[in-house]
């Protein structure tokens, strides 16, 4: 079980950007991304990027707006949104994959506390 803090939510105006960040000690083994969950729907995967950065995943509502990346050495996944919509408006996870050296998010081994993110028309 590994301890995500997540950081950089807010509220902002449509057509705007955040970036998001998760970091936690021993994160660099494993596979990571973000899941977001707004009010009253399930939640869902948002981007997901492999051990080594190879591999990288995303929703189709938020490809060519959102980037997913990380920094090994540093144990931090960053989500860059660009363009945001008030469609993007839930609470986004941070989540790391439950086997070591993974690429892909399909199993969850640890969650972050969420952070909320809210886009203004």
């Known amino acids: 079980q590994l301890q995500l803090v997540e950081s950089g939510g807010g509220l902002v105006q449509s057509g705007k950007s955040l970036r998001l960040s998760c970091t936690a000690s021993?994160?660099?083994?494993?596979?990571a991304g973000w899941f977001r969950q707004a009010p009253g729907k399930e939640r869902e995967e948002v981007a997901c990027?492999?051990?080594?950065?190879?591999?990288?995943t995303y929703a189709d509502s938020v490809k060519d707006r959102f980037t997913i990346s990380r920094d090994n050495v540093k144990e931090i996944i960053y989500l860059q949104m660009n363009n945001l919509e008030p469609e993007d408006t839930a609470v986004y996870y941070c989540?790391?994959?439950?086997?070591?050296?993974?690429?892909?998010?399909?199993?969850?081994?640890?969650w972050g506390q969420g952070t909320q993110v809210a886009v203004a028309p």
């Open positions: 989540a790391s994959a439950s086997g070591l050296f993974g690429d892909s998010c399909n199993s969850v081994g640890s």
């Open positions: 021993g994160l660099h083994v494993y596979a």
């Open positions: 990027i492999s051990q080594g950065a190879g591999t990288r």
